[in-house]
């Protein structure tokens, strides 16, 4: 028997090294939008924080394409934004520290020439507090949870 699964119009990632403390902020949104997937029900939600290449098989052909993800934006700790691709500059601060290794620019550059790219595709970046070894986010990102699935919320509204 062969197992077909029929992708989403919108999938959402979350970014990270779980081990890594505020590094793993994108699996740990997505962990919760994964227990509340029922109120989405046109959404895949995929902890890809060490996703690597297979990202670009993750995103092919979507109509919307969210990534969550740890970012040094200078920016007080726990702060969200969303940017677009064009937006954001790729400095790699937790090169070897972070899973995800794959550029995430590079996966969507692919993506286009490949003619898979999804038709919107949202960044969101979360300043952390502390990226150094340990399984639970900083108290000031855990703190702000709510507001991080308020803002990814208003980009799952078809």
């Not at 403390?21 to 919760?32: F, K, M, Q, T």
């Not at 550029?103 to 692919?110: A, E, G, K, T, V």
């Not at 898979?116 to 507090?129: K, S």
């Amino acid at each position: 028997m062969t197992y077909s699964r029929v992708k989403k119009d919108i999938v959402v990632l979350g970014l990270g090294n779980s081990l890594m403390s505020d590094e793993g902020i994108g699996p740990a949104v997505v962990e919760w939008f994964c227990e509340h997937a029922e109120e989405h029900p046109f959404v895949d939600f995929i902890d890809a924080g060490t996703g690597g290449m297979s990202i670009l098989h993750l995103i092919a052909n979507r109509c919307k394409a969210v990534f969550i993800d740890c970012a040094y934006m200078g920016t007080k700790a726990g702060t969200i934004r969303k940017f677009e691709p064009t937006e954001v500059r790729n400095i790699r601060k937790l090169a070897h520290q972070s899973l995800h290794e794959a550029d995430i620019f590079n996966i969507i550059s692919l993506s286009k020439k490949l003619d898979q790219q999804p038709q919107t595709i949202a960044i969101f970046g979360i300043e952390p507090e502390s990226v150094k070894p340990g399984q639970s986010l900083s108290k000031t990102l855990a703190a702000k949870m709510n507001n991080y699935i308020a803002a990814v919320s208003q980009e799952l509204i078809v």
